[in-house]
């Protein structure tokens, strides 16, 4: 424990050092992080050539993200999803991260195939290739051949990873902790919320079986479809460690000249692709997150595959709905209706002014419908939508991001392949079918059903919920907890007003009493000055005092106005 604790002190300082060193003095210098690097130091770098602010911001934040490492890069591209928490520009800088790191020894990869098998490899594959097909920041993958002649990919974890992605993963928990405050008044927030989803995700790309099960599920789907195939994964052969998969052969989407040579034609290759996506967002809610070029690949025949499932998106039936509720919104030109399946889809909307809001949604449909088809783009459409989302920090699922991230990607494969390619045009029936769906008799009778269920268990609940209401009000134990918000200034002011008040009744009291006295008839012991009683003098000088002091607030207060 000790040991890791001054692993992660030394870690934090360089992390500091780095913000440093790209010129982000003021991360360190307002937050606890300051106590980890020396005075000296920072002063240092006050004298250093400031080259790095050729370069803007969010480039520089990108630069410090690509030298801390493989967590703080998979953590960045995951937040390139979250148009809600970011803006813009900073999420093209993070879509520029690459996380591709050189291969491990095949000897270490061998060893832990074995390790997780329990067997020798021999005794296990017939052919095993030493040579990768690929790697990343989490595995590599070979190729191998089973002894029952079947042609496999073996996905390997690499060694050490678990332990490195949990000690990056705890660092970032820590620096979140010293850096809150400062995040927050950078709009961001929930940083600790967004580190614990991310250590979610982290920990289902670490574990293979999730994947296996994913695309056992997409296996399940489309196990009628003629034209969309899913390679099998061999179950009893995978772990959480190394993940073995039926090697499927074909060139990639994008590969043009392959596919004329196979006598395809490229733009039916394009609209298969489109409607298999389309249908896993709009029919099933579950959807393959990540459609690069290398990721779908096209058979002789015309089949489509998908590979790589390790990132997968869901929607449930609601959020499905609302989804497509804004595109239909879009379409209609209805700016209300996309206001409100907006706020369906959002997880909490607390959206201030719903007028500004649907005259916003209203502008970009009007900056969309003066398009001509050819001239209309899923990527600017995406990222009007983001920059809305942002603007109004609504907390949408975020299966949205990735859909509007896979739906740019494969435009712009459509777009190599279909020179008149509009994914407008293809999103269009499914939205109409999604209105069918969702006002279908079988639809609304289980929304009624729901609904029922609902009503019943508060009609069940209600009658105890009220007895204990009830006892508490007549054992004198029903507390009711109010809280003003935004109120602060107007009872500051009322405050001042009372203080005021009391202090003018205190000094008209004051005047009264002196006048009285003046009448009153006192024993000799009574001393006077100058014909006036004592106590006069008294009363004037402490009703003068009172006075003053009311003089000094309306000047204090008309003084701070002013500034």
Not at 107 to 128: D, H, K, M, N, T
Not at 148 to 157: A, H, M, P
């Amino acid at each position: 424990m000790f040991k890791n604790t001054i692993s992660n002190l030394t870690r934090i300082r360089q992390v500091a050092e780095v913000l440093l060193r790209y010129g982000f003095e003021d991360v360190v210098t307002t937050t606890p992080l300051r106590r980890l690097v020396s005075q000296a130091r920072r002063l240092n770098w006050q004298r250093a050539d400031r080259q790095v602010f050729e370069t803007t911001r969010w480039e520089r934040v990108r630069l410090i993200i690509e030298e801390l490492g493989p967590t703080f890069i998979k953590l960045a591209q995951a937040m390139s999803n979250r148009a809600d928490l970011l803006p813009q520009a900073l999420i093209d800088e993070f879509e520029k991260l690459q996380s591709n790191v050189p291969p491990f020894d095949v000897v270490i990869a061998r060893q832990i195939i074995e390790q997780e098998l329990g067997q020798p490899i021999s005794e296990v594959f017939s052919e095993f290739d030493d040579t990768t097909l690929g790697s990343a920041s989490i595995g590599q993958v070979h190729r191998a051949r089973l002894l029952t002649g079947e042609e496999v990919v073996v996905k390997v974890q690499r060694p050490g990873v678990r332990e490195k992605v949990r000690s990056d993963l705890a660092l970032l928990h820590e620096l979140v902790r010293l850096t809150a405050g400062f995040l927050q008044k950078q709009g961001l927030a929930n940083p600790q919320d967004i580190v614990d989803a991310f250590e979610r995700s982290m920990s289902k790309e670490l574990d293979y079986t999730a994947e296996a099960r994913s695309m056992e599920q997409f296996r399940k789907l489309y196990e009628d479809y003629t034209t969309f195939y899913i390679p099998k994964p061999f179950r009893e052969l995978s772990t959480e460690r190394i993940l073995v998969i039926e090697f499927v052969s074909g060139c990639k989407i994008t590969d043009k000249t392959q596919l004329l040579e196979w006598g395809l034609s490229p733009e039916t290759v394009a609209e298969t692709g489109m409607d298999i996506y389309l249908t896993q967002i709009f029919e099933f809610g579950i959807f393959h997150a990540d459609p690069h070029p290398g990721n779908v690949l096209v058979q002789p025949d015309g089949t489509v595959v998908l590979i790589d499932f390790g990132m997968v998106g869901r929607l449930t039936k609601q959020q499905k709905y609302a989804f497509a509720g804004v595109f239909i919104g879009m379409a209609r030109q209805d700016a209300r209706n996309m206001a409100l399946n907006f706020r369906r889809l959002a997880l909490t909307a607390e959206i201030p002014d719903m007028r500004m809001f649907e005259s916003d949604l209203s502008q970009l449909i009007e900056d969309f419908a003066t398009l001509d088809v050819k001239e209309m783009s899923m990527s600017d459409l995406a990222d009007a939508l983001q920059t809305v989302i942002y603007n109004y920090k609504l907390q949408v699922p975020g299966a949205v991001f990735l859909i509007l991230r896979a739906l740019v990607i494969l435009e712009g494969i459509g777009k190599v392949l279909h020179p008149n390619f509009n994914t407008f045009e293809f999103v269009r029936p499914y939205g109409a079918k999604i209105i069918r769906e969702q006002y279908s008799r079988q639809n609304l009778l289980l929304e009624a059903e729901y609904t029922g269920t609902q009503l019943l268990a508060l009609l069940q609940t209600l009658p105890s919920d009220v007895r204990q209401i009830v006892r508490k009000i007549s054992k004198g134990e029903l507390r009711l907890k109010f809280e003003l918000v935004g109120y602060n200034l107007l009872l500051r002011k009322a405050d001042q007003l009372v203080s005021r008040t009391i202090l003018a009744l205190l000094s008209v009291g004051g005047l009264i009493f002196s006048g009285l006295s003046l009448m009153g008839r006192y024993s000799a012991d009574m001393p006077y000055w100058r014909g006036v009683p004592e106590i006069t003098w008294w009363s004037l000088g402490a009703t003068g005092f009172l006075l003053l002091v009311l003089l000094l607030l309306g000047t204090g207060r008309r003084d701070k106005e002013r500034g």
